[in-house]
Nanobody
Framework: QMYMVESGGGSVQAGGALRLSCNFTKYTSSVYCMAWFRQAPGKEREGVASIDSNGITTYADSVKGRFTISTDNAKTILYLQMNSLKPEDTAMYYC?????????????????????WGQGTQVTVSS
């Protein structure tokens, strides 16, 4: 079982920045893909960004150029640096992970079909 704990959320004004962190409680050598998702009230959960074990990143069009996904060297912490925040970025943000399975690695992003989910951290951007 993989447990992740998100932190770093909060309230900021438009144009501000936040950095979300996701701490993994186990060594992540068995994780193939990590990602951030978000869900705003009344809307479906959507993918924000992903990173695989080779360091390849993918971003939603709405956050390209503003958000950066990364990990620490030990790959036990997943980050999401969010700059130039907009009110439409307001949502609950979730850290997710997909393990390496027999047969090879697969990253479900932008599908929500990830095995492990954190509890979420709230981001609120005011205009």
């Amino acid at each position: 079982q993989m447990y992740m704990v998100e932190s770093g959320g909060g309230s900021v004004q438009a144009g501000g920045a936040l950095r979300l962190s996701c701490n993994f409680t186990k060594y992540t050598s068995s994780v193939y893909c990590m990602a951030w998702f978000r869900q705003a009230p009344g809307k479906e959960r959507e993918g924000v960004a992903s990173i695989d074990s080779n360091g390849i990143t993918t971003y939603a069009d709405s956050v390209k150029g503003r958000f950066t996904i990364s990990t620490d060297n030990a790959k036990t912490i997943l980050y999401l640096q969010m700059n130039s925040l907009k009110p439409e970025d307001t949502a609950m943000y979730y850290c997710v992970a997909e393990p390496l399975k027999i047969g090879g690695g697969y990253c479900p992003y932008p599908s929500t079909d990830f095995d492990y989910w954190g509890q979420g951290t709230q981001v609120t951007v005011s205009s």
